[in-house]
């Protein structure tokens, strides 16, 4: 053999073994992609919220009909939340799906864009709710309704610094112009709730659904009366946030009020990690909408729970590919 040829035949021979190992590369990280996680870690809320008797729940169906999965379910909150879950500090995680959009775009209160996460659906809407003694004064009594204006000169706790609620009342008291003629009082939801009923605050917020047990037990505790927005004060709300929308809270939902309540609203989202196993993803979705009626009887946030309706106020959050497969197949997503 000459020497030209035998370099041509070393050349072939090169090439042939580069071409094989960029397939081998490529079949390995295909497998990667493939590979099913076996333990997974989902944060929730604080004990006394909605996010943790919702994730207990959801973790044993999961466990029970995904094959070789467990899954651990952790104290969190609204905002460390969208920040772990970008992170990949944890699997899943809730939060307020209106809460999302300030995350993203690296709004106040986050001091960078958060958004390496996705959405498996929004199982549930909850409204603000803003509760105020009367003892305080507040004029009202009559109709158990005033507006955010007589507030000024009150001690109002927002809710935990950060969250989505002391963000929105933050807001809501910027609309109104009173934040620096109200004293303001972050803190916890436990330790909000036990001030309030003792009287060390005058106002409590928080994010919760209509009719909530742990409104009606401040208002059995403390005589009370609601808050409300008006329809006008939305547009200068959207200036912060464009997927803020409002609600009401019907006449009749808690002792005393007699007239509608006008409040903002927003998503309880179940947020994923963008690079979650898809097909994984697909059958945790799955199963949320084949047991709706059972976790019904865990919490009542699930009653009512169609695919359509988690398509809802996700508020600029994307699916994630295994969801959206999933609400394809059902004919919720086109």
Same mark, same amino acid.
């Given at each position: 053999?000459?020497?030209?040829?035998?370099?041509?035949?070393?050349?072939?021979?090169?090439?042939?073994?580069?071409?094989? !190992?960029? &397939?081998?590369?490529?079949?390995?990280?295909?497998?990667?992609?493939?590979?099913?996680?076996?333990?997974?870690?989902?944060?929730?809320?604080?004990?006394?919220?909605?996010?943790?008797?919702?994730?207990?729940?959801?973790?044993?169906?999961?466990?029970? @009909?995904?094959?070789?999965?467990?899954?651990?379910?952790? +104290?969190?909150?609204?905002?460390? @939340?969208?920040? #772990?879950?970008?992170?990949?500090?944890?699997?899943?995680?809730?939060?307020?799906?209106?809460?999302?959009?300030?995350?993203?775009?690296?709004?106040?209160?986050?001091?960078?864009?958060?958004?390496?996460?996705?959405?498996?659906?929004?199982?549930? &809407?909850?409204?603000?709710?803003?509760?105020?003694? /009367?003892?305080?004064?507040?004029?009202?009594?009559?109709?158990?309704?005033?507006?955010? @204006?007589?507030?000024?000169?009150?001690?109002?706790?927002?809710?935990?610094? #950060?969250?989505?609620? +002391?963000?929105?009342?933050?807001?809501?008291?910027?609309?109104?112009?009173?934040?620096?003629?109200?004293?303001?009082?972050?803190? $916890?939801?436990?330790?909000?709730?036990?001030?309030?009923?003792?009287?060390?605050?005058? &106002?409590?917020?928080?994010?919760?659904?209509?009719? !909530?047990?742990?409104?009606?037990? /401040?208002?059995?505790?403390?005589?009370?009366?609601?808050?409300?927005?008006?329809?006008?004060?939305?547009?200068?709300?959207?200036? %912060?946030?464009?997927?803020? $929308?409002? #609600?009401?809270?019907?006449?009749?939902?808690?002792? #005393?009020?007699?007239?509608?309540?006008?409040?903002?609203?927003?998503?309880?989202?179940?947020?994923?990690?963008?690079?979650?196993?898809? +097909?994984?993803? %697909?059958?945790?979705?799955?199963?949320?909408? $084949?047991? &709706?009626?059972?976790?019904?009887?865990?919490?009542?946030?699930?009653?009512?729970?169609?695919?359509?309706?988690?398509?809802?106020?996700?508020?600029?959050?994307?699916?994630?590919?295994?969801?959206?497969?999933? %609400?394809? $197949?059902?004919?919720?997503?086109?």
């Amino acid at each position: 053999m000459s020497r030209k040829k035998g370099k041509a035949c070393i050349s072939l021979l090169l090439g042939m073994l580069l071409l094989l !190992a960029l &397939v081998l590369s490529a079949g390995c990280r295909e497998q990667e992609k493939a590979v099913r996680p076996s333990h997974i870690v989902v944060s929730a809320g604080p004990t006394v919220g909605t996010w943790m008797p919702l994730s207990t729940a959801l973790a044993k169906i999961w466990e029970d @009909n995904i094959e070789g999965l467990s899954v651990t379910v952790i +104290e969190g909150s609204g905002a460390a @939340n969208y920040v #772990g879950i970008h992170k990949g500090t944890f699997d899943l995680a809730w939060s307020h799906s209106v809460g999302a959009y300030d995350a993203m775009q690296g709004n106040p209160p986050f001091d960078a864009r958060y958004d390496r996460f996705s959405a498996l659906g929004v199982i549930y &809407v909850t409204y603000l709710h803003a509760s105020a003694g /009367l003892d305080t004064g507040i004029p009202g009594a009559e109709t158990g309704v005033t507006t955010w @204006n007589n507030v000024r000169g009150l001690s109002v706790c927002p809710g935990q610094v #950060g969250d989505v609620t +002391e963000i929105m009342v933050r807001r809501i008291l910027e609309v109104y112009g009173i934040y620096d003629e109200v004293r303001y009082r972050p803190m $916890e939801m436990s330790d909000a709730f036990m001030q309030y009923i003792d009287r060390a605050i005058d &106002v409590n917020c928080g994010t919760i659904q209509p009719g !909530a047990a742990s409104v009606l037990q /401040l208002t059995m505790a403390r005589r009370s009366i609601m808050l409300t927005l008006r329809e006008e004060d939305l547009e200068k709300l959207k200036q %912060y946030n464009p997927y803020y $929308e409002l #609600g009401t809270i019907p006449a009749g939902t808690y002792p #005393g009020q007699n007239q509608d309540v006008l409040t903002m609203v927003s998503g309880g989202i179940l947020l994923i990690r963008d690079d979650f196993d898809e +097909e994984t993803a %697909y059958q945790m979705t799955r199963l949320i909408f $084949e047991n &709706v009626d059972h976790l019904a009887t865990v919490h009542e946030v699930f009653k009512g729970l169609t695919p359509r309706r988690a398509l809802q106020a996700l508020c600029g959050v994307k699916l994630h590919p295994g969801a959206a497969r999933y %609400y394809r $197949e059902v004919g919720a997503l086109n």
